[in-house]
């Protein structure tokens, strides 16, 4: 298999069941069926080692902090976690973050340009897919008062914090879409680009996702400052998607309700309470400084005993609604930090960077603009929200932040892949693929006692997610 070709695999595997099973929430544990497809895409990354002799040289200190990552982990899990199944969640992270790092560094072998317009290619089909289907339920509602439309919509608004970080992951790479040529149908194309960002751009509006609002916002700000006039062809294909999506909310939302009810909904209201985060964050923030800077284990979440009166006395939800409070809580204020420094060394601009942006700058926009803008815009949105964890947000988000570091690292030489690794390496391989092995076994471990759990408790099987960090696992 070629490497293009096993890039291309992973960007399908990836992208397709996030972006379409996302459509069907039905479906029996499809939340724990994209969880395993994200393992298997782990899986399949870190082995891919075993023929990839450049990462160990391209990728030394990014390793070195991942290990830091993982030693403080374990360190404040086995000092004070009380979970049965604390392994299972600590190797989570430097799994995720090592395959996104292999990952780029088997981009950095192959023809970027292709890659993203094949990306591209998946991201517009997926969401034009999910667009017609949306508009249809939607017009099926009205065959009674249109009141259906919020039970119907596909995904969206059985729990919209899920959708919308998948929107806010896609509505930055939708504009670097508009100029890209497909031979297929060349007529075809810009209309299903529009009319896929313009309805996620009208269900954004229509349910008030202030998350995937305020992350876009940043990015917005955050890419004009750090690109600026060449920031300027991907503000205008943003601005242009979210037009027909206000025009869509405007004939879809006002004017159709109007003809058929005589009533019109009027503008959505904005809520600019914190919606019951301000007690978690605040928990969050105390169970923080216990042991600071080390956290108080993996799960501790679940487990913990209320800390604050707010909390102990109010609402328990599954997550802190806050990434970065989240992890700070269970690993410590020092393992946030490493995490900056990790993503300051990925994404750090190396000798060859400015030859490969030569290289991917075309279709009317600047490449690296559309991925910088996702990656702000996923991060921005973590921070008032527990989401960027879910599966479907995790494999949207892999080869995304993977293509943005392979841009900002440059190409690597083919040919060096195919030389052998000292035997340090092979070492360093062994061991990796052992604890691999051995992470898989607790997180197999981990969906049976889930699994255990559901059919002793209680819970709104629509809204919970059905395992991992947050959500149905009480212990």
């Known amino acids: 298999m070629s490497v293009s070709l096993f890039c291309k695999c992973i960007i399908f595997v990836s992208l397709v069941p996030a972006l379409l099973l996302v459509?069907?929430?039905?479906?029996?544990?499809?939340?724990?069926?994209?969880?395993?497809?994200q393992m298997a895409v782990l899986v399949v990354l870190t082995l891919s080692l075993f023929w990839n002799n450049t990462f160990f040289r391209q990728y030394r200190r990014e390793l070195l902090v991942l290990l830091m990552l993982l030693m403080l982990a374990l360190l404040s899990s086995r000092l004070h976690s009380t979970s049965d199944h604390y392994v299972a969640d600590l190797f989570f992270i430097p799994f995720y973050l090592l395959a996104i790092l292999i990952f780029a560094s088997w981009l950095q072998a192959c023809d970027l340009r292709q890659l993203i317009k094949y990306l591209l290619i998946i991201v517009v089909a997926m969401e034009f897919i999910y667009a017609v289907l949306t508009l249809l339920l939607y017009l099926l509602s009205f065959r009674g008062d249109g009141s259906e439309f919020a039970d119907a919509i596909p995904w969206g608004y059985v729990n919209i914090r899920y959708w919308s970080h998948i929107a806010t992951w896609l509505l930055p790479l939708m504009p670097l879409a508009l100029n890209l040529g497909v031979r297929a149908m060349p007529s075809m194309w810009r209309p299903m680009v529009y009319l896929a960002a313009g309805t996620i751009w009208w269900l954004v509006i229509e349910s008030v996702a202030r998350g995937t609002l305020l992350a876009m916002s940043a990015a917005f700000v955050a890419v004009l400052l750090l690109a600026g006039r060449r920031a300027l062809p991907w503000i205008k294909g943003l601005a242009e998607q979210s037009s027909v999506g206000?025009?869509?909310?405007?004939?879809?939302?006002?004017?159709?309700?109007?003809?058929?009810?005589?009533?019109?909904?009027?503008?959505?209201?904005?809520?600019?309470?914190?919606?019951?985060?301000?007690?978690?964050?605040?928990?969050?923030?105390?169970?923080?400084?216990?042991?600071?800077?080390?956290?108080?284990?993996?799960?501790?979440?679940?487990?913990?005993?209320?800390?604050?009166?707010?909390?102990?006395?109010?609402?328990?939800?599954?997550?802190?609604?806050?990434?970065?409070?989240?992890?700070?809580?269970?690993?410590?204020?020092?393992?946030v930090l490493l995490l900056a420094l990790l993503a300051s060394l990925a994404l750090r601009g190396r000798q060859q960077s400015t030859r490969l942006q030569a290289a991917v700058y075309e279709w009317g926009s600047d490449t690296t603009c559309a991925f910088m803008g996702a990656c702000i815009a996923a991060v921005v949105h973590a921070g008032v929200s527990g989401v960027f964890w879910s599966p479907a947000s995790m494999l949207v988000g892999l080869p995304v932040i993977a293509i943005l570091v392979a841009m900002r690292a440059g190409p690597a030489p083919f040919e060096a892949l195919g030389k052998s690794k000292s035997l340090s390496g092979r070492l360093v391989l062994i061991a990796l693929v052992g604890l691999l092995l051995f992470w898989q076994g607790h997180v197999i471990a981990y969906y049976r006692a889930m699994k255990t759990d559901l059919e002793q408790i209680e819970s709104d099987r629509t809204l919970a997610p059905r395992f991992w960090v947050h959500g149905d696992y009480p212990r």
Do not use: K
């Open 246 to 335: 206000v025009m869509l909310w405007l004939l879809l939302s006002w004017c159709l309700p109007h003809l058929v009810t005589g009533e019109a909904p009027g503008v959505p209201a904005m809520n600019f309470s914190s919606s019951g985060r301000m007690p978690l964050w605040h928990e969050a923030w105390e169970m923080s400084l216990q042991f600071f800077p080390l956290g108080v284990g993996a799960q501790s979440w679940l487990t913990h005993e209320g800390l604050t009166t707010a909390y102990a006395n109010g609402f328990r939800f599954g997550h802190p609604h806050n990434m970065y409070l989240m992890w700070a809580a269970e690993y410590g204020w020092l393992y």
């Open 23 to 37: 459509s069907f929430p039905g479906w029996p544990d499809i939340y724990a069926m994209r969880r395993f497809v």
